[in-house]
């Protein structure tokens, strides 16, 4: 691994608890809408060409039986890491990071967006702790720093991290980076991309894990003319909901562009679950699991809720290990 993509990845890693499984009241510069006031106020800092935000509440991730039961498996490498990256930086993902908010952008780049950690952080000791690893080129942008780390090829600098204010910090390629500060400088924010605006204003900071997109932008980068690409361009947005406890519950809302597109796309989810369901007839842990999965359509939406214990997936998840132990 070369030190440009260590220190992205060490400096991402603090940031995306979810995806380290490793990792405070917050606050911002920014006043409160009333459109999102019950998602985390960072989140005005996204840009108004964003395709899709995520969320995830750290803080309720870390209390769950879930990262419990995870630490239990992988506790000993995630510690070892995690131990050297709190001695480095002074940062705790687990204490210190009270929220992760993402978003993929618009454009013809793939990989360009932005990911936001809310929480507490010391600004010198995690500098420190970069300079060590990479040497970054400042960028002086309207204010702002952007630590811009040059690619394996030399060729320019094209991931970046910026301190936006004391409590909020951002990854992402450099053109969102500063897409972000034009947002903190004054330019128009996610609030004036009103399709997401309104999806994002039926979510709340309190669920574990919460998502929206404009589904046409994100299925324009889809391969085309496939079946499933097909069936779904009748799609205008999705939204929803995910946290888990002893109870995996989730909410997803799909919305169509209008009451007959939403009534074939709810047919199709509902064929899928009965193939589904012949496969349960032969296991009745399966077949238990379906049952708990419900669609309905209303207008020109459908719902897909789940509600089913822990303990059933990880029955499946072992019946599975099993069988593949056979095979081999």
Not at 46 to 69: E, H, T
Not at 86 to 106: F, L, Q
Not at 149 to 166: C, Q, R, V, W, Y
Not at 232 to 250: A, D, Q, R, Y
Request: hydrophobic share 45%.
């Amino acid at each position: 691994m070369t030190r440009r993509k260590f220190v992205y990845t060490s400096t991402l890693t603090m940031l995306v608890l979810a995806v380290t499984v490793a990792g405070l009241a917050f606050f911002t510069n920014f006043t409160a809408s009333a459109a999102l006031q019950d998602l985390p106020a960072a989140i005005r800092y996204l840009p108004a060409d964003c395709q899709a935000v995520f969320g995830m509440n750290v803080q309720k991730f870390v209390a769950s039986p879930v990262y419990v039961q995870m630490n239990e498996k992988h506790g000993q490498k995630i510690g070892t890491d995690l131990e050297q990256f709190i001695a480095a930086t002074g940062v705790d993902p687990r204490r210190d990071v009270a929220y992760i908010i993402g978003a993929a952008r618009g454009g013809d780049r793939r990989d360009s967006g932005i990911v936001m950690a809310v929480g507490t952080f010391n600004q010198a000791t995690i500098l420190d702790f970069i300079r060590t690893k990479t040497v970054p080129v400042n960028r002086d942008y309207k204010g702002y720093t952007v630590l811009a780390m040059p690619d394996g090829a030399g060729t320019g600098a094209e991931k970046g991290i910026a301190f936006l204010n004391g409590s909020v910090i951002a990854v992402g390629d450099v053109p969102s980076l500063n897409a972000v500060i034009d947002v903190a400088a004054g330019a128009p924010g996610i609030q004036a991309n009103i399709a997401l605006r309104d999806l994002l204003s039926q979510l709340s900071a309190e669920d574990m894990f919460w998502f929206a997109g404009d589904a046409p932008s994100i299925l324009s980068k889809a391969p085309a003319n496939t079946p499933v690409t097909q069936t779904l361009s009748s799609v205008t947005s999705v939204f929803g909901t995910l946290n888990l406890t002893t109870m995996i519950s989730g909410k997803v809302t799909v919305v169509a562009a209008d009451d007959v597109a939403a009534a074939k796309l709810s047919d199709f989810a509902k064929g899928l679950l009965a193939l589904g369901s012949l496969a349960g007839a032969q296991n009745a842990d399966l077949a238990q699991l379906i049952q708990r999965v419900q669609i309905a359509q209303q207008a020109n939406q459908f719902t897909v809720t789940l509600d089913f214990p822990m303990e059933l997936l990880q029955k499946l998840e072992a019946a599975k290990t099993q069988i593949r132990s056979q095979v081999r």
